[in-house]
């Protein structure tokens, strides 16, 4: 099962009638019967989202940001020359599933929440390389805890050769196929031992992009929080809310930049950053066999406070900045 603890109940469906999206209805069914000749089979026309659903303390059941996921949702699927998704779909099947599945959603405390992943699949015969004609949407989800190890806890990751997208790829929407590409580099960087592998930039291999399904951001000596801007890298909704959090709530600088490898000591405190990741602090970082170790190899200080905000946003515990909270009644 990988991420998740266990399997939920209840999901939605959705499909495309001559292009254009028709209401869905949950289900309990987990299997997709669809045509062998299917797009999402051969030519990869598939995309995906995460985002979580958390309980506070009172109870209450909150989403974060859900808008920037589907705003991004549908640069991908113009990417994808699929249709776009209306907003009443797309949060009426992420709400009727959280609803549904709402016995599944981790009590606050234990620092669990629920992963819900919407998707879009081309669907339907289709033997040619061309956009298919027909489409599924559909939304589950599961419980979860952290995505690397448990809690906040330093770990050591290694730059690879290898790209998981390229300078104008598909890099900047979540399409299956940039994690089908990174299936490799990590399978070998986890084999030597590493929590993950940092992608270069596809061009010049000398900049910092990702840290395999997470951006990438450090703290400079001098304390500014910086993060990479690429055209290959996944625009992340937990590094915008960060930089603002670093710049907002702690009133620190910030910018985004290139991130060269070879001066990645400019760095005191290193983190990779996304819905499942959370903050993950990266202890070291190996790029051809050099080892650079963040600070003394701990957790940072400032690192901490980001994620002690971020994660009190989540769960209610910390008032959200306007617009961020999306409660599901
Ligand atoms: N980068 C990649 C490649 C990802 O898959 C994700 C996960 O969504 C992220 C970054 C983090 O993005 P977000 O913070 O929006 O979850
Ligand atoms: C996410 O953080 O939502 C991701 O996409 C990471 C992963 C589980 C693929």
């Given at each position: 099962m990988g991420y998740a603890l266990k399997e939920t109940e209840y999901r939605y469906r959705a499909y495309t009638k001559n292009g254009v999206w028709q209401v869905g209805k949950l289900t309990t069914d987990k299997y997709i019967s669809i045509h062998e000749g299917?797009?999402?089979?051969?030519?990869?026309?598939?995309?995906?989202?995460?985002?979580?659903?958390?309980?506070?303390?009172?109870?209450?059941?909150?989403?974060?940001?859900?808008?920037?996921?589907?705003?991004?949702?549908?640069?991908?699927?113009?990417?994808?020359?699929?249709?776009?998704?209306?907003?009443?779909?797309?949060f009426a099947a992420i709400i009727e599933v959280v609803k549904a599945n709402q016995d599944d959603i981790p009590e606050y405390g234990n620092g669990q929440s629920l992963y819900i992943r919407p998707f879009v699949i081309g669907q339907g015969m289709n033997l040619g390389v061309k956009p298919s004609d027909e489409y599924l949407f559909s939304v589950f989800c599961a419980p979860v805890g952290t995505y690397f190890a448990g809690g906040l806890?330093?770990?050591?990751?290694?730059?690879?050769?290898?790209?998981?997208?390229?300078?104008?790829?598909?890099?900047?929407?979540?399409?299956?196929?940039?994690?089908?590409?990174?299936?490799?580099?990590?399978?070998?960087?986890?084999?030597?031992?590493?929590?993950g592998v940092i992608y270069l930039d596809p061009l010049t291999h000398s900049k910092i992009d990702e840290v395999g399904a997470a951006n990438f951001f450090g703290i400079t000596h001098d304390n500014v929080l910086v993060t990479p801007q690429s055209s290959s890298i996944l625009p992340s909704i937990t590094k915008r809310s960060i930089l603002y959090i670093a710049e907002h709530m702690l009133g620190m600088k910030v910018e985004e930049r290139d991130c060269?490898?070879?001066?990645?000591?400019?760095?005191?405190?290193?983190?990779?950053?996304?819905?499942?990741?959370?903050?993950?602090?990266?202890?070291?970082?190996?790029h051809k066999g050099k080892v650079t170790q963040f600070g003394d190899g701990?957790?940072?200080?400032?690192?901490?406070?980001?994620?002690?905000?971020?994660?009190?946003?989540?769960?209610?515990?910390?008032?959200?900045?306007?617009?961020?909270?999306?409660?599901?009644?």
């Open positions: 299917s797009n999402v089979f051969h030519y990869g026309q598939a995309l995906f989202e995460g985002l979580k659903a958390y309980k506070t303390k009172a109870g209450k059941i909150q989403l974060f940001r859900p808008d920037l996921n589907f705003i991004r949702i549908n640069e991908g699927l113009r990417r994808l020359v699929a249709p776009e998704l209306p907003e009443d779909l797309f806890q330093a770990l050591d990751f290694v730059t690879t050769d290898y790209d998981r997208a390229s300078a104008n790829g598909t890099g900047q929407v979540k399409v299956a196929g940039n994690y089908a590409a990174s299936l490799y580099p990590r399978s070998i960087a986890k084999s030597a031992g590493y929590a060269f490898i070879d001066n990645i000591s400019e760095f005191k405190e290193g983190g990779a950053c996304g819905t499942a990741a959370i903050i993950t602090p990266l202890k070291s970082v190996t701990k957790v940072g200080s400032t690192i901490k406070k980001i994620y002690d905000i971020l994660v009190g946003i989540y769960y209610g515990d910390i008032e959200a900045p306007e617009g961020w909270i999306r409660e599901i009644k």
